[in-house]
């Protein structure tokens, strides 16, 4: 297999990467790992999606509860023959196998094992460092230890391979037993790898003119991480489009822009894309959409917090509001009609007229969206909800018990279907149901929403009666 930067791959594994990271950095470790987990699955040529999405289950792995590490502990032990008989004929195919499973919980002994077996046999051991890794942090013995390090001389980590073997030997008891032989090449190799990088950390950057190129590569190969480095992507790409114009370099800018919080300057450039290419891009005048409202809301946030700085600010927000009401409308609805077999954009606007209660003209949407299998699971969660507030609570329990039942692992989507269908049985009067509903839920996440108090408050119930 040979390795991709994320600049040779498809140009949405970046934008993907921009948006895993934007949830990582509110804490949503959670979304960022379901995000990254498809693009890495057909993308396993990049080494920087194995970087990023272990990082996120590893800060996934804090909040989850020990029944969630038991039962990817139980379900490995099926799964794990499964991916053996796989990784004979078809190791990539096995790779997406584990990853499917890390995705529901990274403390995975048997799956981090199966994962690094199936990089090497795929030649991809930068997914093997990445598996090997893990398993030393959660679960250090020496005998791991050293593997990792031969997965790292594999992959050109000379000196990362070094510090490996300089711990195994901090840990060791016996330091006659110090596997000399590794440990040699390690050094030999990390010799090199000084001698011809300044940086030790990434070969990329370390061939930058300086500091502040390094970042710059490592933001072009990766992700745009805060504001700072942001505004030094902006500022390079300002620099260049005085050279020469070009609309994907736009692009890239005005992301950056965004996550600098530089609403207006974003949605300049978005909407000079957008002139460019001459016909409405859905995905682009999304963006167009987020820039304005963001800028919108920015004004917002500033009326509220200083009113006694302007005059009538009431006024102005509830002008703001409507305008970002009315925007939203506009645009949703237009490309909703300009691309009418455009699954997502269908649901987008089943999404908003469900927000802006119009709850009948959603149910009638999402009935419709739920004959495309991409987008059956949430239009049907979204028809369980539309007929719980027309208080149809027998409908609401047969939708969104078909939603969980499509559901293969539990995610935030699986949480939040079983959440209303566990609001759907109470309301039902099916108090056992919704109660081994709840307790599903918090196996996975212990303080998912009000589910503690309403499966307290059920069982107290139950205990009275």
Known sequence: MNRKSVSQAPIYVRDTLNRAARMAAVQDFESAVETLCPVICKNPEVPLLYERLREYELGKLKNQGAGAKFWGNFCALFKA???????GSDPVKAMELCEVSLAFCVDNPTILNALAKACNAAGAPWGEVSALDILCKLHPNPIRMKKLAEAMQRNG???????????????SADKKNVDKAGLQA??????????????????????????????????LDGTIHDADQAQLLIDRFSAELRKKDSVDMRRKMADAYMIAGKYEDALREYRAVSDSLGVLDPVLDKH??????????ATVETLKNNPENYDNPEEQIAKLEKDIYDYRWEHTQLRAER?????QLQFDLGELQFECGMIDEALARFTEISENLQKRRGSLVYMGRCSLLRNENENAVT??????NEMPRMDKYKREAMYYLGNALEL???????????????????????????LSALEASAAQS
Do not use: W
């Not at 023959?81 to 990784?87: E, F, K, L, Q, S």
């Not at 070094?162 to 195994?168: C, E, G, M, P, S």
């Not at 167009?288 to 809301?297: D, M, P, Q, S, T």
């Open 157 to 171: 980590q000379g000196i990362d391979a070094l510090k490996v073997h300089q711990d195994i030997i901090s840990r």
């Open 288 to 297: 167009i959409e987020k820039a304005y409202i963001a800028n919108l809301r």
């Open 399 to 404: 939708y969104l018990r078909d939603a969980v």
């Open 186 to 219: 390690a050094m030999v190799m990390a010799s090199i790898e000084r001698g011809n990088f300044n940086d030790q950390k990434s070969k990329k950057a370390a061939n930058a003119a300086d500091a502040e190129d390094a970042i710059i590569q490592q933001l």
């Open 339 to 343: 691309f009418p077999n455009d699954m």
């Open 81 to 87: 023959m499964r991916i053996a008989i796989v990784m």
């Open 428 to 454: 039902t009067g099916d108090v056992e149901g919704a109660k081994e509903n709840y307790r599903q839920i918090l196996v996975s996440m212990a303080n998912y929403r009000d589910v503690p108090q309403r």
